[in-house]
Each structure stands twice: as C-alpha cells, then as structure tokens.
C-alpha cells in the first residue's frame, strides 16, 4: 500500500494549466499549452512518478509544483495552503520546505564554486545563522555518505564523478530539512551501474525523513521499482494515474501500454523480432489534435468518438484511473 | 585470406590522451571483429574508452593524441598504414562510416537536409550533382523518411528524422561497415525503437556490418550478436550477446546487467559501489578489482588474460582460469 496515502495530502494540484507563448519565425508567436488540466495530490513521504516523454508536460508540472512557474489555470496548495498567486517574499516559507534534484546538479552553478560553498548557498539564502552552518553542511553530506564530510567540502564538482555529483545535489536539497522534493530525472546523467544507489538513497532518505517526491522521469523501470503511484503524461495531460504495480502490470491506456511495449530488456530473444512502436512521431503541443489527444497514433481508437470528445480521467479500478473512451 | 574475413577487424587497439594528470590509456588494447549482416554491441559506461575506439577506427581523434597504434582490417585490408590522404580516399565514408554522437545537434540550420546528406558523396565521389541527389534521395527513403525531406530544414524535422537523416548521411557512400555511437540516446523510447527497427531492416537488406556503441545493454540486446562488454579501456568480456546476457562470465558484465531496472521481472535493480577508475592511473592487477565482489588473490597484482569460457567467448577474469572444459564448447 501507498505509505501515507490516508494522511491528509501534503501537496496538491488542482486543474492546472500552463500555456507559454513560442516564437515562431520572426514576429509571430503561437501559444503553447504545456499542461492543461493536470489534478494531482501527493502524500508525506510519498513518491509519485511524473513518467512522459518530451513534450509530454512533466517538467513544467513539476516547476508548478514548486512555484517556480505561476500556472496560467488551475490552484496549487501546499499543507492545505493556497500558494497559486503568492509573491515571492511570501514564498519563502514553502521554498525551506519544497526543493530541487536536477539532472545536472551544477550546469546552473559557478563552477568555481567548491562543494561548501554550493551546500551553504541555500543557508545563507535562508538566512541561517553563521555559526549553526557547518554542523548542517556535515550533516547533509552523511546524509548522502559523503564520509568523512571534511573531504568533500573543499572539492571541486568536475572533480567528482557523476553519482557523487548528484550526492552533492542531493545533499544542497537536504540541507534546508525540506518535505517535498522534486527530482526531475535525477539519474540519466549517472552511469548505469550507479543509479539504483542513487534511487536507493533517495529512498532511505525519504524513510528516514518523510519527505514527498515528484520523481520526473522517461524511465518507466525505475519509476516502477522506486514510486508508490505513476502518473503517465501525454501532451500536457495525465493519461493515466495509479499504483505503480498496476499501472506497469495492467497498463489501461493504450499510450501506456504502447510505451512499455517499447522499453528494450536485456532479452536475447529482442534480436530475432522488430520492436513494437507507436505509430507516428511524438506529437506537437502548439498542434494538440481535438478529441482524445492521442487518437491519431492509437490503434484502437473509438470511432464516432476518439476524434471528437476529450476523455475525462475516471477510476476504472480501485485507486488506478485513466482518460480513455474505451473504459466508458 | 583463408578464413572469411570479418567485414571489420581490429587488432590491438591502443588510443592514450595526453593530460594535466598524465597519459590517459583510453583504448588499452582491444581486438574485435564484425562480419557482414551482424552487430556487434559495445557496451560500456562513460569513459570506458568506447567512443575513442569509435574515433580511432575512423581516424578522427582530437589533438591531444599521444598513442595511436594497433592493426585496422577492412574487408581483410590492413588500413592503418595508409597516409591520411589515402584513408580520406579510400576508407573513410566510403569502406567505414559513422554517425556520431550527439550529432543531431550538428546539422547546419541554415542548410537544407538534403544537401547536408550528400555532401560525403559530392566531396569524394565521382557523380555528378543531378545522380548524387537522386541517390541522397533514395537513402532517405530507405530510412523511411519521405524523399522531399532532401528539400527541408533541419528544424523542420523531429528528434527521430533528424536521427535518420543522419544514418542516411552515412550510407551515401554505400559502406560495408557502419559504426553507431549511441544513436538513440537523446530520442524518446517510442522513437527509439522505430530507430532499431529501421537498423535491423538495413542490416537484414544490405548486409551491413555495425559496430553499436551504447552506455544502455538493453538497447544493444536488441541488436546485436556479439557483444563487448569494456571497461577503463579494456574488452573484459566478449562473445555471443545471447551467453553474455544469460550467463555473463565477467564480474563487471553481471553486475552491470543485475543494475538494469526489470520491467517485466520483480527483481530490485543491483548497483556497483564506487566508480570507474582514473585512466590516467588505472588500478594495478585487473582494473575492476577495486570493485569486485569476487576479488581474490591474485587480481590486484597480476593482469588477467582472456581466459576462453565458450566459441568465441572470453573473459578477462582469473575466476575463469580454470574454466570448466574449455574445449567442450568450442
């Protein structure tokens, strides 16, 4: 069972939508509907999985779910507060509580920066007190077992490799003591042999701490093995949302079961057969077809139907929903 | 040459980098062979050597070289004597060709496709533009692209066009031998596999060789009939990807298959504590045994052999010293 799923929600998004005006040419710009109507509600010490492919919606999601970005619809509420239109002098108390893991942990920093100065960044922004910082800074680097601390602090990130470079991203995450973290594909930069202990980390600091994770991500087989629920995004909507088991074990939505059909395991018996494929290339959200979005690459869309009405995500099974004409 | 000659032959390939920290052994010594209509699969973690092996074969590796050295056969032709204007020549796009890493970001935005796509052939070949244009667009057809694409701008198509006008780029010449550096990689998992289709359908019609370099053993499983696992610049197992996958004989090519999240299988994924090495001072003994579980007496101090373990099998591993029959299976 999801663990904390009868707590009150910790997070919750209700119909959000997000619309970006692009360029296109010179003086032209079209809008483009990121998300559109995404409900979503996330317990204490839950990890819900935000799997899609690109344009899929689900980094901006997550930058809603943090505030990073005003959505253009919709309410966010964070322990049952309303946070949609707070500015950012009233934000700062939900920024000490909801942080971010990225993909590349330093791109967006000064890469003369050694190791303590990106972990007290987030203190100092905070207003830690000075001398409460190196007790915190140490202890976030345990907390990612990066041992004995004194090491690692004067280190340069390019000096490390890819999994200890996100312990440091993971730690800077830390270190504020948050209770909801969004990590967005916070492995594809790792090499393989090491992202499960990364995954596996989060996962015993998430234990140890129950904290909430939004885990982003293209990876259908970690969001198996390290979520409570997936959420699968389509174009700016949540196609389908249920426990991970199920969503994996018993896909309902034909774009779910088309996507794990995709995903290659080391099998010898791959070589002898052509891999399943959606037909199509991945669609366009400047160009959202009308009705079932996924209608024109579905092989068994509903005549009369698909084409026309917009399915609405309905609980099908206990706890498993999905947005699909054939499930009416 | 007596026996069938692989398509592609390498003989002990050595590639070093010069550095702040010294030499770096990229390729320390690594043999393989492709025949016609196979794959083999190279399949390593970032800095295991497997894309300055790639660069090596096509001699364009960066400015920093310090050792280049080693034996290169294509169609049983030894080609690394040859001078750089002669490989330009003879070999280059034309016997051996290669889409690059990364490469889908390199189309020029301001040049149609098609002419990106026949620019090997108007540089190297005999034909005239009309012909050379006809063929360019012929390949992109055989990519499954609409010929008209020729006529297009590279932001005019998605992620997985892109990718196959690329494979067509390197196809112009009509090369026997064709090396992938992680084709798929930046493309979504739906686009993914039309792209292993489509390669499995060129190699199936024109007997291709490819060399598929890729971080990702579940990607190549779908291609690929040999496969070599390498790790900090050595080959530590090669042989048939149905042995390697089922019971691979090297400790680093179990661990690193035991690390791949199963969808289909309950299993948790594994991990392999710690990192690769520093190729600049590679760890005495066996170069995983820092690593390994298994780890005994003599591997942090004497360097493994390729130990035999099946047909075409072997395993850098003192574990398989005394592999049982050695001879039984082969």
Same mark, same amino acid.
Not at chain 1, 90 to 107: E, N
Not at chain 2, 219 to 229: K, M, R
């Given at each position: 069972?999801?663990?904390?799923?009868?707590?009150?929600?910790?997070?919750?998004?209700?119909?959000?939508?997000?619309?970006?005006?692009?360029?296109?040419?010179?003086?032209?710009?079209?809008?483009?509907?990121?998300?559109?109507?995404?409900?979503?509600?996330?317990? &204490?010490?839950?990890?819900?999985?935000?799997?899609?492919?690109?344009?899929?919606?689900?980094?901006?999601?997550?930058?809603?779910?943090?505030?990073?970005?005003?959505?253009?619809?919709?309410?966010?509420?964070?322990?049952?507060?309303?946070?949609?239109?707070?500015?950012?002098?009233?934000?700062?108390?939900?920024?000490?509580?909801?942080?971010?893991?990225?993909?590349?942990?330093?791109?967006?920093?000064?890469?003369?920066?050694?190791?303590?100065?990106? =972990?007290?960044? &987030?203190?100092?922004?905070?207003?830690?007190?000075?001398?409460?910082?190196?007790?915190?800074?140490?202890?976030?680097?345990?907390?990612?077992?990066?041992?004995?601390?004194?090491?690692?602090?004067?280190?340069?990130?390019?000096? =490390?490799?890819?999994?200890?470079?996100?312990?440091?991203?993971?730690?800077?995450?830390?270190?504020?003591?948050?209770?909801?973290?969004?990590?967005?594909?916070?492995?594809?930069?790792?090499?393989?042999?090491?992202?499960?202990?990364?995954?596996?980390?989060?996962?015993?600091?998430?234990?140890?701490?129950?904290?909430?994770?939004?885990?982003?991500?293209?990876?259908?087989?970690?969001?198996?093995?390290?979520?409570?629920?997936?959420?699968?995004?389509?174009?700016?909507?949540?196609?389908?949302?249920?426990?991970?088991?199920?969503?994996?074990?018993?896909?309902?939505?034909?774009?779910?079961?088309?996507?794990?059909?995709?995903?290659?395991?080391?099998?010898?018996?791959?070589?002898?057969?052509?891999?399943?494929?959606?037909?199509?290339?991945?669609?366009?959200?400047?160009?959202?077809?009308?009705?079932?979005?996924?209608?024109?690459?579905?092989?068994?869309?509903?005549?009369?139907?698909?084409?026309?009405?917009?399915?609405?995500?309905?609980?099908?099974?206990?706890?498993?929903?999905?947005?699909?004409?054939?499930?009416? | 040459?007596?026996?069938?000659?692989?398509?592609?032959?390498?003989?002990?390939?050595?590639?070093?980098?010069?550095?702040?920290?010294?030499?770096?052994?990229?390729?320390?010594?690594?043999?393989?062979?492709?025949?016609?209509?196979?794959?083999?699969?190279?399949?390593?973690?970032?800095?295991?050597?497997?894309?300055? /092996?790639?660069?090596?074969?096509?001699?364009?590796?960066? @400015?920093?070289?310090?050792?280049?050295?080693?034996?290169?056969?294509?169609?049983?032709?030894?080609?690394?004597?040859?001078?750089?204007?002669?490989?330009?020549?003879?070999?280059?796009?034309?016997?051996?060709?290669?889409?690059?890493?990364?490469?889908?970001?390199?189309?020029?935005?301001?040049?149609?496709?098609?002419?990106?796509?026949?620019?090997?052939?108007?540089?190297?070949?005999?034909?005239?533009?009309?012909?050379?244009?006809?063929?360019?667009?012929?390949?992109?057809?055989?990519?499954?692209?609409?010929?008209?694409?020729?006529?297009?701008?590279?932001?005019? %198509?998605?992620?997985?066009?892109?990718?196959?006008?690329?494979?067509?780029?390197? /196809?112009?010449?009509?090369?026997?031998? %064709?090396? /992938?550096?992680?084709?798929?990689?930046?493309?979504?998992?739906?686009?993914?596999?039309?792209?292993?289709?489509?390669?499995?359908?060129?190699?199936?019609?024109?007997?291709?060789?490819?060399?598929?370099?890729?971080?990702?053993?579940?990607?190549?499983?779908?291609?690929?009939?040999?496969?070599?696992?390498?790790?900090?610049?050595?080959?530590?197992?090669?042989?048939? @990807?149905?042995?390697?996958?089922?019971?691979?004989?090297?400790?680093?090519?179990?661990?690193?298959? @035991?690390?791949?999240?199963?969808?289909?299988?309950?299993?948790?994924?594994?991990?392999?504590?710690?990192?690769?090495?520093?190729?600049?001072?590679?760890?005495?003994?066996?170069?995983?045994?820092?690593?390994?579980?298994?780890?005994?007496?003599?591997?942090?101090?004497?360097?493994?052999?390729?130990?035999?373990?099946?047909?075409?099998?072997?395993?850098?591993?003192? /574990?398989?010293?005394?592999?049982?029959?050695?001879?039984?299976?082969?």
């Amino acid at each position: 069972m999801v663990s904390g799923a009868s707590n009150k929600p910790l997070l919750v998004m209700q119909g959000i939508r997000v619309v970006f005006q692009a360029r296109s040419g010179l003086l032209r710009t079209v809008p483009v509907t990121a998300v559109d109507g995404v409900s979503l509600a996330i317990a &204490p010490g839950e990890t819900v999985a935000v799997l899609g492919e690109s344009g899929s919606g689900k980094t901006t999601l997550g930058r809603v779910s943090l505030r990073l970005l005003r959505p253009t619809g919709g309410r966010v509420f964070f322990e049952g507060k309303d946070i949609t239109g707070l500015n950012e002098a009233h934000l700062k108390a939900f920024r000490r509580q909801a942080q971010g893991i990225f993909q590349d942990p330093f791109s967006s920093l000064d890469p003369h920066m050694n190791i303590q100065q990106i =972990l007290a960044e &987030p203190l100092i922004v905070h207003g830690v007190d000075r001398a409460k910082r190196p007790e915190l800074l140490e202890w976030a680097l345990e907390q990612v077992r990066l041992t004995p601390a004194g090491d690692y602090l004067p280190k340069f990130p390019h000096t =490390l490799s890819g999994g200890q470079r996100q312990r440091v991203g993971i730690a800077r995450a830390l270190v504020l003591r948050p209770r909801y973290i969004v990590a967005d594909e916070p492995v594809s930069m790792v090499d393989a042999s090491s992202r499960a202990e990364i995954l596996y980390l989060l996962r015993e600091l998430q234990d140890r701490h129950h904290i909430a994770f939004l885990y982003i991500t293209h990876d259908i087989a970690t969001a198996r093995h390290f979520s409570h629920r997936i959420a699968v995004m389509y174009l700016g909507r949540v196609v389908e949302l249920g426990p991970s088991a199920g969503v994996i074990n018993e896909p309902l939505h034909p774009y779910t079961q088309a996507l794990i059909g995709a995903v290659p395991e080391p099998d010898p018996a791959n070589r002898l057969r052509m891999r399943p494929t959606i037909a199509g290339e991945p669609p366009d959200p400047s160009h959202i077809p009308p009705g079932c979005r996924f209608h024109p690459r579905c092989p068994v869309a509903v005549a009369g139907k698909s084409e026309s009405i917009d399915p609405e995500l309905r609980e099908v099974r206990p706890g498993h929903f999905v947005a699909c004409h054939r499930y009416v | 040459m007596s026996a069938v000659a692989g398509r592609l032959k390498v003989e002990e390939m050595v590639v070093q980098y010069r550095s702040e920290r010294g030499l770096v052994r990229a390729v320390d010594g690594v043999s393989l062979e492709v025949v016609a209509g196979q794959a083999l699969g190279l399949v390593g973690e970032s800095g295991s050597g497997k894309s300055s /092996l790639a660069l090596a074969l096509m001699r364009l590796l960066p @400015a920093n070289v310090a050792r280049f050295h080693g034996r290169l056969y294509l169609d049983g032709q030894e080609v690394m004597a040859l001078d750089e204007a002669d490989f330009r020549r003879r070999v280059r796009w034309r016997q051996v060709a290669m889409v690059f890493q990364g490469a889908l970001e390199a189309f020029n935005p301001v040049i149609k496709v098609g002419r990106q796509v026949v620019e090997p052939l108007l540089q190297n070949g005999p034909l005239a533009p009309k012909e050379a244009e006809a063929r360019a667009r012929q390949r992109l057809v055989e990519l499954g692209l609409s010929p008209d694409v020729y006529d297009r701008y590279p932001h005019e %198509l998605s992620g997985g066009m892109k990718q196959r006008a690329l494979i067509a780029m390197a /196809l112009i010449m009509d090369p026997p031998v %064709l090396i /992938l550096d992680e084709p798929t990689s930046a493309l979504d998992v739906s686009v993914q596999a039309q792209i292993m289709n489509v390669l499995k359908g060129l190699m199936a019609a024109r007997g291709l060789a490819v060399l598929f370099i890729t971080h990702d053993i579940a990607l190549a499983s779908d291609l690929c009939d040999t496969l070599g696992v390498m790790y900090a610049g050595e080959l530590s197992e090669r042989g048939p @990807a149905d042995e390697v996958l089922s019971s691979p004989q090297h400790p680093y090519a179990e661990l690193l298959l @035991a690390s791949i999240p199963r969808l289909r299988a309950g299993t948790p994924p594994r991990f392999i504590p710690g990192a690769p090495p520093d190729l600049a001072h590679p760890p005495s003994g066996c170069r995983f045994h820092p690593r390994c579980p298994y780890a005994f007496d003599p591997c942090p101090t004497r360097v493994p052999p390729p130990f035999i373990v099946g047909k075409g099998h072997y395993a850098r591993c003192w /574990l398989r010293e005394n592999y049982p029959s050695p001879s039984g299976r082969g």
